[in-house]
């Protein structure tokens, strides 16, 4: 379900029945030339596409930290937004939708999330701007000092249960770590993918003519290799958005 699409009856049953409303979050990055600028993005979309009507997705976010560690930006379509513009977007949409009375908010995002334990810039925003925006409107709601009334005094034993207001918004990779599938940019891992999720979208021409060493793999890229990928990521969005 697209949230946009939703009227607000439908926003509120969603809400009661505690469905997970999911963000996806992507740059606009240099893939070679074989490969669409949104590849990280399109990644995202295209898989929470594949759980159908188990979750409400919001209009993605597409203009996140790309940096110009793989290509400048002349010509090769990298947009690169410095995550401290992103902070205060991310804080400002996420409090929106706590107002509204989201509590199953995640983001999913694949841009550089083979460092996703300690972060990156595009992730750690959005993961900043969750926790940011969680306390603000802990403090709103419940008052200062929220946490030390007495009304807390089981907080850890909930916590372990998952009664956690810090389990209202979560960010996660879209490939799981220790995952068996190829980590790349654009080469034989994230090309096989694209086979799969946007095959429109792969210029297959294009493979063997990339010059770069992160694209030297690309050759190898099959559908069957896009298939175990996408089956990998479908277990894993099931698990992280309870939906398994």
């Known amino acids: 379900m697209r949230f946009e699409r939703l009227r607000p009856g439908q926003l509120r049953d969603a809400m009661a029945a505690n469905i997970p409303l999911v ?65 205060p977007f991310a804080q400002a949409m996420f409090a929106g939708l706590l107002r509204i009375g ?74 799981p770590h220790g995952a068996n599938y190829i980590f790349d940019h654009a080469g034989e891992g994230e090309t096989a993918l694209m086979m799969v999720l946007a095959p429109d979208t792969v210029d297959a021409g294009q493979i063997a003519a990339n010059d770069t060493w992160y694209t030297a793999t690309a050759p190898k890229a099959t559908l069957a290799q896009g298939q175990a990928g996408v089956a990998i990521i479908l277990d894993h969005l099931r698990k992280v958005l309870g939906l398994a």
């Open 23 to 87: 963000l996806p979050i992507g740059v606009q990055e240099y893939h070679g030339e074989h490969l669409p600028v949104g590849m990280d993005l399109l990644a995202v979309t295209e898989s929470l596409d594949l759980l159908g009507d188990q979750i409400i997705v919001l209009p993605p976010f597409a203009y996140g930290a790309a940096s110009y560690a793989v290509a400048g930006p002349d010509g090769t379509g990298t947009l690169h937004v410095d995550s401290a513009t992103i902070v």
């Open 102 to 175: 989201f509590r199953n908010i995640h983001g999913v995002i694949h841009h550089q999330t083979e460092n996703f334990a300690q972060g990156m810039p595009t992730d750690l925003a959005f993961r900043l701007a969750a926790r940011q925006a969680v306390f603000a409107h802990l403090e709103q709601t419940r008052g200062l000092g929220w946490w030390g009334k007495g009304d807390m005094a089981d907080y850890y034993e909930g916590h372990a249960a998952g009664d956690n207001p810090f389990n209202w918004i979560s960010v996660h990779p879209l490939l």
